[in-house]
């Protein structure tokens, strides 16, 4: 993969008091929990964990809010507990190093020194912030429609939005050119953030485009690709190599999404040593949990590979059946944007197509609510984003969920002819319905 040399100057671009930040430095930094030390020195409690473990109730057991709930790990499985984590995580960097270093583009292997691992990819994104940006002067740019946690954390941390939407008429492309615009005209703008495959979009960005913005030839700035979705997309989609060669790349993924675990909350960083040290330097000491590590260490091993790898497969069969089903049923409209996630995005129309139907966002929200309320089907509506009048994005669920889902909008949309359907709820609860960022 042919690149050019960047503007980026980390010393320049990162906050002068995280560059000379002197990170905590706690017990385990010392001396390593190897199993035979007797570990005295970071006040623990060394009778163990106070869990009753001597029960005929099966671990996992509860009730949490009156529902039943089974989701607890084997304890025999997670040792330990008593004491603080790793801070550092090298086993399992490693891990994911290792399944990503597939060297479609570059030849350099990724390294545990290429990592941050957070608590999700919210705290990745959220320190990123931290590093890069003064409160109240710096900004970010985005690319709308995207993922809300870029302008929430923005605003968290005292930063303006700088919006530059995808282009809904060519399947939300991104515009590298008119970002590179922006860039040129203002230096306070610090990060790009740029979602591939896109959230509600569900289409993969081309490299070609994140590349020109990589190249800036004055921007002092980082991309931040995030990849949250990319295990659904085709084989060497992913960018978290190009971070080899790219010292202003940062491309986080998770493990919320095809590995099935949004639970034990894993989320990482893939980027230059450097960014990574001034990452990790400002997290707090023990971020990821002894049962997160284990758990995600697990889904890395051969045999959990190929369960994530089948359970992918069923969701791309049923992402192909949405495809081809949700079109025969009047009043569903085009999908829009791409198919390369466990989600789509599909317009709803106000009448059936071939009587003159139109993307309605009334209509859309009356199917939303209704689907919820009435079949126990909950989907998300979009329609208040840029470029998505109109649109429900649909997560492809299991055989049986697709085919209840597929079931009710059916029955819905047939209500919704005949003007039985209720639109009194109106615009409020478009905009209520529109406000939660995932």
């Keep these: 993969m042919a690149f050019t040399k960047s503007a980026f100057d980390l010393s320049k671009c990162a906050r002068p008091n995280i560059l000379s930040l002197q990170p905590y430095r706690c017990a385990r930094d010392d001396y390593k929990d190897d199993g035979t030390n007797i570990l005295l020195d970071a006040n623990e409690n060394a009778y163990g964990p106070s869990l009753n473990l001597e029960t005929d109730r099966p671990i996992g057991q509860n009730r949490i809010n009156g529902i039943e709930s089974s989701s607890m790990p084997d304890m025999k499985l997670l040792p330990g507990l008593n004491r603080y984590p790793d801070p550092h995580q090298i086993e399992l960097k490693q891990l994911l190093c290792n399944l990503r270093n597939d060297h479609s583009d570059m030849s350099k292997n990724l390294r545990p020194g290429n990592l941050f691992v957070g608590v999700g990819s919210d705290e990745a994104i959220d320190a990123i912030l931290r590093c890069f940006c003064v409160p109240g002067r710096d900004k970010i740019l985005t690319c709308p429609p995207t993922y809300g946690m870029y302008a ?178 009047p009043g569903i409209g085009r999908f829009l944007g791409g198919a390369e996630s466990n989600f789509l995005l599909v317009e709803i129309l106000d009448k059936a197509r071939e009587n003159g139907g139109k993307p309605n966002n009334e209509t859309a929200l009356a ?72």
């Excluded at 649109?391 to 889902?405: H, M, N, P, Q, S």
Aim: proline share 5%; glycine share 6%; charged share 25%.
């Design 367 to 438: 199917v939303y609510e209704s689907l919820a309320e009435n079949k126990g089907v909950v989907v998300r509506f979009r329609g208040k984003e840029p470029g998505c009048h109109g649109c429900l994005r649909i997560t492809v669920g299991t055989e049986e969920e697709v085919d209840k889902f597929l079931e009710e909008i059916r029955t819905i949309l047939e209500e919704a002819s005949m003007g039985k359907l209720d639109m009194s709820n109106g615009v409020e609860d478009a905009k209520a319905a529109n406000d939660i960022v995932a």
């Design 152 to 329: 929430v954390s923005a605003q968290v941390n005292d930063l303006e939005v700088v919006k530059v939407p995808l282009d809904a008429a060519k399947a939300f492309s991104l515009q590298p050119e008119t970002v590179n615009e922006k860039l040129a005209l203002d230096p306070h703008i610090k990060v790009v953030y740029v979602c591939s495959p896109g959230n509600p979009t569900a289409n993969l960005i081309s490299k070609q485009a994140i590349q020109k913005i990589l190249e800036h030839p004055t921007w002092n700035g980082v991309v931040v690709v995030d990849e949250a979705y990319i295990d659904f997309a085709p084989e060497g989609s992913s960018l978290a190599n190009w971070v080899t060669e790219w010292p202003n790349l940062i491309v986080l993924q998770t493990l919320s999404k095809a590995f099935g675990l949004a639970g034990i909350r894993l989320g990482t960083a893939f980027t230059s040593p450097e960014i990574a040290t001034l990452l990790n330097n400002l997290k707090a000491p023990y971020n990821i949990s002894t049962i997160t590590s284990a758990l995600a260490c697990r889904a890395m091993q051969p045999e959990s590979l190929e369960v994530m790898r089948s359970n992918r497969f069923k969701i791309v069969k049923q992402r192909e059946k949405m495809l081809v089903e949700l079109p025969k049923i």
